[in-house]
């Protein structure tokens, strides 16, 4: 059920941002606890779906379905850049945006995106 919700939302905000932003691919940004989503305005569904989770083992950061797989086998040590919706750890939200940018295949500077809000009503 939450799956189709998520697909749902990501779908109407996609006609919204189609209808309401002028010129230009529009960037749909999802950012929740468990996962961030990220596509064009227009698309059917999101282009990527990413953990969101950053994990460090030594030296190096790992992001996403990575950072869970090495936690498993390298006890990396995990932490969620976000709580009840809201981000608690601003710079692992920012390495987590950047590798969702790079997903896409696009740099964040001058584009134009659409940034997601939890509804208050729950």
Do not use: W
Request: glycine residues 8%; contains cysteine; charged residues 20%.
């Amino acid at each position: 059920m939450t799956k189709y919700f998520h697909v749902l939302a990501f779908l109407s905000l996609c006609c919204l941002a189609v209808s309401i932003i002028p010129e230009g691919r529009k960037i749909i940004l999802d950012c929740g606890t468990g996962f961030v989503k990220a596509g064009y305005a227009g698309d059917d569904l999101p282009s990527v779906v990413v953990p969101n989770v950053v994990g460090r083992g030594g030296d190096k950061v790992y992001v996403g379905q990575e950072a869970l797989d090495r936690a498993m086998v390298y006890q990396a040590n995990l932490t969620r850049p976000m709580e009840n919706c809201e981000v608690i750890k601003r710079a692992d939200m920012k390495i987590v945006l950047e590798h969702v940018f790079k997903q896409l295949n696009e740099t964040p500077s001058g584009k134009k995106v659409v940034l997601t809000q939890p509804s208050l009503d729950v």
